[in-house]
């Protein structure tokens, strides 16, 4: 791990960490930590789980990522100049939801939350082929541990510090600091190293036909894709209603929701990130895929635990800690594997259509989990979050002969 971090001095793997964390900055803001917010206000069961449909935009954004592959802003380049624009764009945003009252304005604050998905999935957009396009075939291991590092820090201080600063000075300050947070990320998008010998598709049938076609040429694609959907759905079911689990049924506060994210989520992300890169390069992709989702899905059992025996801080402190550990281990994993599926001439495109995937599960199952729950209970809900990790692993061993599992091959 001190070899690994020693290549920050590297531009590109500290553009990949800095970029990793613009990118992953808006996403609490418009999901646990606005659950938390709206909850806190009292507003309805039914609606804080509709608030996960807020992140279809991640879902729909292989629709117009041909869109900035195909054209150049005025300033910047191609990548460098997108992301510039939709930081921008979400710091704007996030001051205007900022000054809203879930109780007064609850649709609306919905409709803001939804343009910024918009930007932020756009943003990632622009960041993943922008990795795509900077980082040598040997520095993508570890750009991925550093991708991972920055997501997760960027997760848990606009989910956990948020939620701290919230419980002490209020909603509306915390979003405006995380809003001028948002708007210093234009500096790392600045000084970032320009990418080279990148060149646009000639046109724009060209940049939205042919990266499908390529796809479609795939073997056993449809089991690929749905691979990519089911991987870590069980672990999207457990998170989906997080925070409410956590302050309504077992009555915590946000201050210690917000110390445990902070202190064991944290540690137990580097932890993940760093050790799954390191075991994925021993043990090969396929194993490391294996296992780790195993490991995922085991870690669901411990908010299972959790549900049943109540109120219990250490336990708490305990369930974060290994969850987000795994976490790190498979997203380490799955990341590697997609860079591993895009070919190089329509990365931006194909790895938009496989994170869209990737997100499907986390999107779409807030208002199914929160039935779930009125009707089963959490005890059952988890256990329900568990059986669900299954498919993926499943489905994983279906593609072992056919689909190449060769780290060193990438050529996203």
């Not at 390529?214 to 457990?238: C, M, P, W």
């Not at 779409?364 to 929160?370: D, K, N, T, V, Y």
Request: overall charge positive; glycine content about 6%.
């Amino acid at each position: 791990m001190l070899d690994s971090l020693a290549h920050i001095r590297n531009p590109r793997l500290r553009s990949t960490l800095l970029l990793g964390f613009s990118s992953s900055l808006p996403l609490a803001l418009t999901s646990s930590t606005l659950q938390a917010w709206f909850t806190q206000a009292g507003v309805n069961l039914v609606t804080i789980g509709a608030l996960t449909l807020i992140g279809l935009p991640y879902l729909l954004k292989f629709l117009w990522a041909p869109v900035m592959d195909r054209f150049i802003p005025p300033f910047l380049g191609r990548r460098r100049g997108w992301i510039a624009i939709m930081q921008l764009s979400l710091c704007a945003a996030l001051l205007i939801l900022a000054n809203m009252n879930p109780l007064l304005h609850a649709a609306r604050m919905g409709q803001l939350a939804l343009l910024i998905a918009f930007f932020s999935a756009s943003q990632d957009i622009a960041i993943d082929a922008y990795r795509a396009d900077i980082l040598l075939p040997n520095e993508r291991g570890i750009g991925v541990a550093y991708l991972i590092v920055g997501l997760r820090v960027a997760v848990l201080l606009s989910g956990a510090l948020a939620l701290i600063i919230a419980d002490h000075i209020g909603w509306r300050t915390t979003y405006h600091l995380m809003a001028i947070l948002m708007g210093t990320m234009v500096l790392a998008t600045i000084f970032s190293p320009e990418c080279v010998n990148v060149v646009p598709p000639k046109s724009f049938v060209a940049a939205v036909i042919d990266p499908f076609k390529d796809l479609l040429r795939r073997d056993l694609i449809v089991v690929l894709l749905l691979f990519i959907v089911f991987y870590k759905i069980g672990d999207a079911l457990a998170l989906s209603l997080m925070s409410t689990f956590l302050l309504r049924h077992l009555g915590f506060s946000l201050t210690d929701i917000g110390i445990a994210y902070k202190t064991m989520g944290l540690v137990a992300t580097l932890l993940g990130a760093f050790v799954g890169g390191i075991w994925m390069n021993r043990i090969g992709m396929y194993r490391a895929l294996l296992w780790f989702g195993i490991l995922q899905a085991v870690s669901n059992l411990m908010f299972v635990w959790l549900a049943w025996v109540g109120k219990d801080y250490f336990l708490m402190m305990s369930s974060i800690f290994i969850e987000n550990f795994c976490s790190g281990l498979s997203t380490a994993a799955l990341i590697a594997f997609l860079m591993s599926l895009c070919h190089a001439r329509y990365s931006a495109t194909q790895y938009a259509v496989f994170s869209a995937l990737f997100s499907l599960g986390r999107v779409l199952i807030g208002p199914l989990s929160a039935v779930m729950v009125l009707h089963w209970g959490w005890v059952n809900f988890f256990l329900c979050s568990f059986l669900l990790s299954f498919p993926g692993v499943i489905l994983l061993t279906f593609l072992r002969r056919r689909v190449s599992f060769n780290v060193e091959a990438v050529e996203c």
